[in-house]
């Protein structure tokens, strides 16, 4: 069984901060690429930023410049500091992973998701 919790919503002041965490435990064998997607009411879930297990990363030209994804490939966590926050970045964060459990086994898993409201 492999499951990743996710920490560290909440509510925030536009402008403000905050950083998401996602660790995976369980029967892990490696990761590959892990990730935070996002889906606000009424609108598809969306990638907001990707990183592999050497540390490439990709973004959402909406967050470009106001987060950072980094991951600690010791502890199977990756986080999400969300810097500048906008209203528009109001959703529920949901943390991805490609976990194989074994040298021939792996699939994709996603976080329960935690809620970012950002709101005055």
């Known amino acids: 069984q492999v499951q990743l919790v996710e920490s560290g919503g909440g509510l925030v002041q536009p402008g403000g901060s905050l950083r998401l965490s996602c660790a995976a435990s369980?029967?892990?064998?490696?990761?590959?690429?892990m990730g935070w997607y996002r889906q606000a009411p009424g609108k598809q879930r969306d990638l907001v930023a990707a990183?592999?297990?050497?540390?490439?990363?990709n973004y959402a030209d909406s967050v470009k410049g106001r987060f950072t994804i980094t991951r600690d490939n010791a502890k199977n966590t990756v986080y999400l500091q969300m810097n500048s926050l906008k209203p528009e970045d109001t959703a529920v964060y949901y943390c991805?992973?490609?976990?194989?459990?074994?040298?021939?086994?792996?699939?994709?898993?996603w976080g329960q998701g935690t809620q970012v409201t950002v709101s005055s």
């Open positions: 990183i592999t297990s050497g540390g490439s990363t």
């Open positions: 991805n992973a490609d976990i194989w459990t074994s040298i021939l086994v792996g699939s994709g898993y």
């Open positions: 369980g029967s892990i064998f490696s990761i590959n690429t």
